[in-house]
């Protein structure tokens, strides 16, 4: 797959858990995205549907086991999943950066070869300060 480097078509399953507030919210969708191999990282691109329209959203999974969530809309959004750490993350919106954090309390990963593919799990909290915003839960599965 010497395409790797330029993109390829990916189907990607996506479901998320929020619980905020004492409420649950479950998302899920399938979309066709493009996956990217830079270097030793895979990047999962895709736009997510929002109210405001398409959110550009990557989805870096890095060689150590980490990954990098970035959402790219008017609220730029970028968090750190590295398993077991609270990782500072700021999320920029038009009115000021938000100082935040992620704890993983769990990430794991499969990722397979021939065709490329892959499962990823991340359960993680997120903090303002010392304030408890929610608990997520993603499961993401891809395909080329």
Excluded: C, W
């Excluded at 399938?30 to 990557?58: C, F, H, W």
């Excluded at 609270?86 to 999320?91: D, F, I, M, N, P």
């Amino acid at each position: 797959m010497d395409n790797l480097a330029t993109g390829v078509p990916a189907q990607i399953h996506l479901e998320t858990s929020i619980v905020q507030d004492g409420k649950t919210s479950d998302f899920m969708f399938d979309v066709t995205g493009q996956l990217v191999k830079m270097g030793t990282s895979i990047y999962i691109r895709y736009n997510e549907d929002a109210d405001e329209g398409p959110v550009p959203v990557t989805i870096k999974i890095m060689e150590n086991g980490d990954v990098k969530l970035t959402r790219s809309a008017q609220n730029r959004l970028q968090l750190l999943f590295s398993d077991g750490k609270r990782v500072a993350a700021r999320y920029r919106t038009p009115y000021g950066n938000l100082d935040i954090q992620t704890v993983t309390s769990s990430l794991n990963m499969e990722i397979l070869n021939q065709p490329l593919r892959g499962n990823i799990e991340i359960d993680y909290l997120l903090y303002a300060g010392n304030e408890l915003l929610g608990k997520y839960h993603i499961r993401l599965q891809f395909t080329i």
